[in-house]
């Protein structure tokens, strides 16, 4: 009898609990609304956005806070940043042309390779740190960690951006990159580069290309190289394989000069890459024979923000074959009236201790035998001690002579063709 009464009031139990159970989740979920909704009435709003702006916002991106550096007003000098590089045996004539070059506004790196000896590649390092114009100025600065450098390989791509990159973290502000070599020399002075260049947009790109790549499609597109000094210590030279590519779908293939004027905005696009072209366009020229006369040209020609930029010219004069080949002419003492006459500012290729080099020196850049070129900035033309180094004057000063004429037939004449903007890019 006890246990079915005991039964019966379980049973009981079980019909009232489950539903009070459930009423006090409900009662609780209402007023806990009724809380919400009476003390702030934005409450759930404000969660709801939060949820939406979540969920719908766009990423941040390290990319999309780069930005390219402002081009500087045409009514200001310009700045020249300089990259002169040589290999074994060009210690001198790395000297010698940077002092033809020099500027106090300018920067300047310089690259000897590591084929060069320790000792030459030292005695280079001491002439820039202790020379006193480079001191008392700071602009002048040797690229230590030193690369080996293929000429036909992609490592002087490799080099040319590296030593960019050095002018870009430490040269302060500049407008145009130049790269030379120790073969190269100039033909105007540095009053008459920057005068000439003050009155030409600063995002101009003088880069000689065209994309009619003729027979290099089959003997420099489709093969693949390896060059060695990309893994080696040792320099040789580089080699095929016997794979062969097709030629790339995703953009279009230009070459030209290996030797240019870039502006700083294009040179920071190479470097940072922020849509991926430069990168992917490297990867594919590291295997590309003579890359350096293709990849700034093929990056410029298929980037929208740089295609309308280039003027089909790399200011300098060079006596090639017809048709070219690897290798430009040494240039003499014959060479010397169309040097002058091609009005450009500079010229290759020269030899060691080339003897028309003195008469350029002489004629065209008014430069004493171990000196610097005069110019506003300097009323001296050859300092012999440090002391000097106090006359110098406002480096905003220029003193143009005939050079920067010379020069403006030249840029005038490629700004003002009609053909100007048909050859970009074309």
């Known amino acids: 009898m006890d246990s079915n009464n005991n039964n019966n009031k379980q049973q009981k139990k079980k019909k009232w609990f489950l539903p009070l159970v459930f009423s006090l989740i409900i009662s609780t979920i209402l007023i806990l609304l009724t809380i919400f909704v009476s003390s702030d009435s934005t409450s759930l709003l404000y969660l709801y956005r939060s949820h939406l702006n979540t969920h719908h916002q766009l990423p941040n991106f390290v990319e999309s806070k780069l930005t390219l550096s402002p081009t500087s007003s045409i009514t200001t000098l310009p700045r020249i940043a300089y990259l002169i590089s040589g290999s074994m045996g060009d210690g001198e004539t790395l000297k010698r042309t940077l002092k033809a070059l020099y500027h106090p506004r300018n920067q300047y790196a310089v690259h000897l390779d590591l084929e060069a000896p320790a000792h030459e590649r030292l005695d280079l390092a001491n002439f820039v740190r202790e020379e006193p114009l480079f001191a008392a100025v700071g602009n002048v600065r040797m690229v230590f960690k030193a690369n080996l450098v293929t000429y036909r390989g992609p490592t002087m791509v490799t080099n040319t951006l590296h030593a960019a990159a050095i002018l870009l973290r430490d040269g302060g502000e500049w407008d145009w990159f130049i790269n030379l070599s120790a073969s190269d020399y100039p033909l105007v002075t540095q009053d008459d580069l920057l005068h000439t260049l003050s009155s030409i947009p600063r995002h101009l790109n003088f880069i000689e290309h065209t994309s009619d790549i003729g027979w290099k499609e089959d003997q420099r597109a489709k093969p693949v190289i ?92 060079i006596s ?52 610097y070129v005069p110019g506003k900035w300097f009323k001296q033309v050859n300092p012999n001690n440090s002391k000097s180094y106090s006359d110098i004057r406002n480096i905003t000063e220029l003193r143009p002579g005939p050079g920067a004429e010379r020069l403006k037939r030249l840029i005038n004449g490629l700004l003002s063709s009609e053909e100007f903007l048909t050859r970009q890019c074309s």
């Open 226 to 317: 390896i060059d060695p000094a990309l893994y080696s210590v040792n320099k040789s030279d580089v080699f095929w394989v016997t794979e062969r590519r097709s030629v790339p779908t995703q953009y279009k293939l230009f070459t030209g000069s290996a030797w240019m004027m870039l502006s700083r905005q294009f040179v920071e696009y190479c470097l940072w890459g922020w849509d991926n072209l430069p990168r992917i366009v490297l990867m594919y020229y590291a295997n590309f024979l003579s890359s350096p006369e293709g990849y700034f040209h093929t990056v410029i020609c298929n980037a929208d923000e740089f295609r309308n930029t280039t003027v089909n010219h790399d200011l300098h004069f």
């Open 320 to 371: 090639w074959d017809n048709p070219p080949k690897q290798h430009p002419h040494y240039l003499t003492a014959n060479n010397y009236e169309k040097m002058v006459e091609s009005n450009a500012p500079f010229a290759r290729k020269f030899g060691r201790k080339e003897p028309v080099l003195d008469k350029i020196d002489t004629e065209l850049l008014g430069r004493n035998a171990d000196g």
